[in-house]
Protein backbone atom coordinates (compact mmCIF):
# COMPACT_ATOMS: atom_id res chain seq x y z
CA UNK A 1 0.00 0.00 0.00
CA UNK A 2 1.57 3.50 -0.58
CA UNK A 3 1.01 6.50 1.19
CA UNK A 4 1.41 10.33 0.58
CA UNK A 5 2.16 12.11 3.28
CA UNK A 6 2.05 16.18 2.16
CA UNK A 7 3.99 18.92 4.09
CA UNK A 8 5.03 23.01 3.25
CA UNK A 9 1.25 24.08 3.54
CA UNK A 10 0.07 27.46 5.55
CA UNK A 11 -0.66 31.06 5.55
CA UNK A 12 1.29 33.05 3.04
CA UNK A 13 0.84 36.55 1.76
CA UNK A 14 -0.43 37.34 -1.95
CA UNK A 15 2.82 37.50 -4.31
CA UNK A 16 4.95 35.26 -2.34
CA UNK A 17 6.19 31.65 -3.37
CA UNK A 18 5.45 28.33 -1.82
CA UNK A 19 6.90 24.91 -2.17
CA UNK A 20 5.13 21.59 -1.34
CA UNK A 21 6.54 18.10 -0.81
CA UNK A 22 5.16 14.98 -1.08
CA UNK A 23 7.30 12.33 0.24
CA UNK A 24 5.92 8.49 -1.18
CA UNK A 25 6.23 5.08 0.68
CA UNK A 26 5.29 1.19 0.10
CA UNK A 27 6.75 -1.20 -1.94
CA UNK A 28 4.46 -0.56 -5.22
CA UNK A 29 7.24 2.00 -6.50
CA UNK A 30 6.79 0.42 -10.03
CA UNK A 31 3.40 -0.60 -10.01
CA UNK A 32 1.52 1.12 -12.53
CA UNK A 33 -0.52 2.47 -10.16
CA UNK A 34 2.13 4.50 -9.41
CA UNK A 35 3.53 5.70 -12.98
CA UNK A 36 2.68 9.60 -11.89
CA UNK A 37 2.85 11.40 -9.54
CA UNK A 38 0.90 15.32 -9.11
CA UNK A 39 -1.35 17.19 -6.88
CA UNK A 40 -4.41 18.38 -7.25
CA UNK A 41 -6.41 21.55 -5.71
CA UNK A 42 -9.99 21.18 -3.94
CA UNK A 43 -12.14 24.22 -2.36
CA UNK A 44 -15.30 23.93 -0.66
CA UNK A 45 -18.26 22.64 -3.06
CA UNK A 46 -15.79 22.42 -6.16
CA UNK A 47 -14.74 19.35 -7.54
CA UNK A 48 -10.99 18.79 -6.88
CA UNK A 49 -8.88 19.64 -9.88
CA UNK A 50 -5.40 18.58 -11.23
CA UNK A 51 -3.21 20.93 -11.22
CA UNK A 52 0.28 18.72 -13.33
CA UNK A 53 2.12 15.54 -12.59
CA UNK A 54 5.16 13.70 -13.44
CA UNK A 55 4.86 10.88 -15.01
CA UNK A 56 8.00 8.12 -14.39
CA UNK A 57 10.57 9.06 -16.95
CA UNK A 58 9.36 11.81 -18.02
CA UNK A 59 9.78 15.86 -17.48
CA UNK A 60 8.72 18.62 -15.01
CA UNK A 61 5.12 19.85 -15.39
CA UNK A 62 4.90 23.58 -15.63
CA UNK A 63 1.63 25.52 -16.33
CA UNK A 64 2.37 29.29 -15.39
CA UNK A 65 2.87 29.74 -12.18
CA UNK A 66 2.78 26.00 -10.83
CA UNK A 67 5.72 23.81 -11.47
CA UNK A 68 5.57 19.75 -10.81
CA UNK A 69 8.92 18.24 -9.95
CA UNK A 70 9.84 14.79 -9.04
CA UNK A 71 13.12 13.62 -7.39
CA UNK A 72 12.44 9.56 -7.39
CA UNK A 73 15.79 8.87 -5.42
CA UNK A 74 13.69 10.45 -2.42
CA UNK A 75 10.23 9.11 -4.13
CA UNK A 76 9.01 12.43 -3.65
CA UNK A 77 7.17 15.42 -5.57
CA UNK A 78 6.84 19.10 -5.75
CA UNK A 79 4.44 21.67 -5.80
CA UNK A 80 6.22 25.14 -6.24
CA UNK A 81 3.56 28.03 -6.80
CA UNK A 82 5.00 31.62 -7.51
CA UNK A 83 3.27 34.83 -7.13
CA UNK A 84 0.60 33.35 -5.37
CA UNK A 85 -3.23 34.34 -5.37
CA UNK A 86 -5.72 34.57 -3.01
CA UNK A 87 -7.79 32.17 -5.54
CA UNK A 88 -5.01 29.81 -4.77
CA UNK A 89 -6.47 29.22 -1.52
CA UNK A 90 -7.43 25.61 -1.83
CA UNK A 91 -6.76 22.03 0.15
CA UNK A 92 -3.73 20.70 -2.13
CA UNK A 93 -3.77 17.02 -2.44
CA UNK A 94 -0.60 15.38 -3.55
CA UNK A 95 -1.97 11.98 -5.43
CA UNK A 96 -0.01 8.69 -7.46
CA UNK A 97 -1.86 6.61 -9.74
CA UNK A 98 -1.94 5.48 -13.89
CA UNK A 99 -3.32 8.48 -15.21
CA UNK A 100 -3.00 11.63 -12.67
CA UNK A 101 -5.27 14.28 -15.03
CA UNK A 102 -7.98 13.36 -13.57
CA UNK A 103 -8.90 11.98 -9.85
CA UNK A 104 -10.53 8.61 -11.62
CA UNK A 105 -6.84 7.78 -12.54
CA UNK A 106 -5.67 8.02 -9.43
CA UNK A 107 -5.01 4.90 -6.53
CA UNK A 108 -3.34 6.81 -3.88
CA UNK A 109 -4.01 10.15 -2.22
CA UNK A 110 -2.37 12.40 0.24
CA UNK A 111 -4.54 13.67 3.69
CA UNK A 112 -3.90 17.16 1.83
CA UNK A 113 -2.18 20.01 3.21
CA UNK A 114 -4.16 23.36 3.48
CA UNK A 115 -2.26 26.78 1.66
CA UNK A 116 -3.97 29.88 2.37
CA UNK A 117 -3.14 33.05 0.70
CA UNK A 118 -4.06 36.32 2.51
CA UNK A 119 -4.16 39.65 0.05
Known amino acids: QVQLVESGGGSVQAGGSLRLSCVAS???????????MGWFRQTPGKEREAIGA???GGADSVKGRFTVSRDNDKNTVYLEIDNLEPEDTAMYYC??????????????WGQGTQVTVSS
Open 54 to 56: VYN
Open 26 to 36: GPTYHSVYYFC
Open 95 to 108: AAGSLCSTTTGISY
